[in-house]
């Protein structure tokens, strides 16, 4: 099993957190509200806690579950906290209005958290497709993932599978662009073709 820093405490970080604990992992919740943070590790149970908000994070992987414009000023103030991390970024960088993406064609909200990370440290792009809501326990689910580094792209994919999903590789980093892209494609189903977003996106092979 692995040890698992979740920095963040809205709905994705405590949907991951229960799958993790659930998972049999070391968790550490982590927040800006050293309170709240104590408040989740204690109901998350399964031996979860709460760790401090700027320090260098217990996990190996280390799971940015804040909002877009904030991910990349964490990372920096952490700085050399985060060397030899694996980071997962979940981040979705969407405009107020779902109308379109905040980052350029080229660019991605992973690389932009790539480029402000230790360089040893190691993003790799997952759960952005997936709704938190629909990450309710029992449910299996796929979760497509970049990244550049082979073993913290294989960490993760461990991670994910130890979690009861299947993750799909799709690539190097440059892929998050489409990732990001993907997650905004799902708001609009949501809002348009589906219906509302109790829905998850997967792939079927039909070979």
């Known amino acids: 099993m692995s040890s698992i820093s979740i920095i963040g405490l809205g709905g994705m970080g405590r ?7 659930e998972g ?5 919740v982590i927040g800006r509200d050293a309170a709240k943070a104590k408040d989740l590790a204690a109901a998350l149970g399964g031996g979860a ?19 877009h414009a904030g991910a990349v000023p964490v990372v920096a103030q952490y700085g050399n906290a985060l060397a030899d991390k694996v980071i997962i970024d ?7 209005d779902a ?15 790539a480029k402000a990370a230790p360089a040893s440290a190691h993003v790799v792009k997952a759960f952005n497709t997936v709704f ?46 489409w990732l990001e892209g993907t997650g905004l494609l799902m708001v609009s189903l949501a809002r348009h073709g589906v219906g509302d977003f109790n829905f998850a996106l997967g792939v079927s092979n039909l070979g």
Do not use: C, W, Y
């Not at 709460?50 to 804040?66: C, E, S, W």
């Open 15 to 21: 949907a991951i957190a229960a799958r993790a604990v």
């Open 24 to 28: 049999g992992h070391a968790v550490e």
């Open 49 to 67: 806690t709460a760790g401090t908000f700027g320090t260098a994070p217990a996990g190996d992987i280390v799971i940015l579950a804040v909002p």
């Open 90 to 96: 979940i981040t979705n960088p969407m405009k107020a």
């Open 99 to 113: 109308s379109g993406l905040t980052t350029t064609d080229g660019t991605s909200a992973a690389q932009q958290i």
């Open 132 to 177: 938190g809501h629909v990450l309710a326990p029992g449910r299996s689910l796929d979760v497509l993932l970049a990244g550049d580094d082979a073993r913290a792209k294989a960490s993760v994919s461990a991670f994910i599978e130890s979690l009861g999903l299947r993750p799909l590789d799709a690539g190097g980093l440059e892929m998050a662009h």
